[in-house]
Structure formats: C-alpha cells, structure tokens
C-alpha cells in the first residue's frame, strides 16, 4: 500500500492529504473547500486539500460538491476517485436531489493536530 501522508496548517486551518509518493497531478476544485488531485497518467487521486478543516471535523456538515464539472467524462473520472480507496477513507460522497455533497469522515481535528 502507498503512504498517505497528512499535514495540518493551523494558521490557514486547512489539512493536506497526499496519497503516495508525490507526483505530477491535475488539480480539480470540487468546491470552496476541497480540491482532489488527480494523475493524469493513473486516473488515480494522489492528494486532497480540505479548507476550512477544523470546521468540517467538528461540525460534520455536508460540503456541496458542485464542480465536478459537466462533461460527463470528467465527472464519471471524478466521481470514481471520490468514491475509490483511499479518498473513501476520508471523505464520504453522494450523490441525489441536492446534488453531490461531501463529509468529511477522518481524521478527526485532535488526530490531524497530532500529525
């Protein structure tokens, strides 16, 4: 399994999550609050931004996801990492009536303070 490496900046309250090694990736901004990475060559995600952090860990609220983009392609791409090991592991995606929304599952703020 690749590392998954975590960094929190209390300053800018915003936690970084890099998935494997670092590599050359396609940012994508799903939101004011999440940015997913993605390599072009994989079509896997290799890092995660969430701004705002503290908040999300503590409150739980849902995150509106709405820019995934029109092209159907993307959005197909983007949903398959959003809801794929390891993103899954941190962020729980839907999809409904309201559109996809975003919670944040983990790490809770005390565990991303400790990293």
Not at 19 to 44: E, H, M, V, W
Not at 70 to 77: A, C, L, N, T
Not at 95 to 107: K, N, Y
Request: proline share 10%; no cysteine; glycine share 8%.
């Amino acid at each position: 399994m690749n590392p998954i490496r975590i960094t929190y900046d209390p300053e800018g309250d915003i936690l970084y999550v890099t998935f494997g090694r670092p590599t050359a990736a396609t940012g994508y901004q799903l939101s004011d609050q999440l940015l997913l990475r993605i390599n072009p060559q994989t079509g896997k995600a290799a890092g995660l931004t969430i701004f705002n952090y503290s908040v999300h860990a503590k409150t739980g609220q849902e995150i509106p996801v709405p820019g995934l983009g029109e092209e159907p392609k993307v959005k197909s791409r983007l949903m398959a990492a959003l809801a794929s090991p390891p993103v899954s592991h941190f962020l729980r995606v839907t999809e409904g009536e309201q559109g996809v929304r975003a919670v944040l599952l983990s790490p809770s703020l005390p565990e991303a303070i400790a990293v």
